[in-house]
């Protein structure tokens, strides 16, 4: 197994490593959405205290969640920062993270996929844009341009 899957731009983040102290395949996933970096297509289009940038980042955790369980691996919720040093240091950021036990080989690379895929539809469902997301995993920089027309399409 890599030492890191990583798929990061200045929107968002997914990083995927082998869980330090253990030898025995477990994975410690970390990932964040920058808040403020989503505003111009979430400003004014939520409820108080339900960010659609942050919703959909808790959505997509779930859905690993879920990913994890049906690959037979154990995800568990991590109250410490393991993810220091790994994930970038800003304000504005949302982050949440997960040990994951017992995952398969593949995992990794499978799990990035779901999450880059999924945050996109998670975060215009819950902004309630209607916009067609991409259905397939662009390169980060190529995510980032799109995220960035949308800002621009969205600005309030």
Known sequence: MKELYEYQ???LFFIVR???MRDDGSL????GVDLYRFLPITKGRHRPMSNPAMRGLQLVNLGVRALALSSGATPKSLWDNKCAGLVPVREGLYKERLLIEKAPESFPEELIKYCVINIMKKISNASLLGETMPETVLEPDKLQEYIEELCRKYEL
Do not use: E, V
């Not at 410690?28 to 990932?31: A, V």
């Open 9 to 11: 731009n200045d929107f």
């Open 18 to 20: 082998p869980a330090p």
């Open 28 to 31: 410690l996933y970390c990932s």
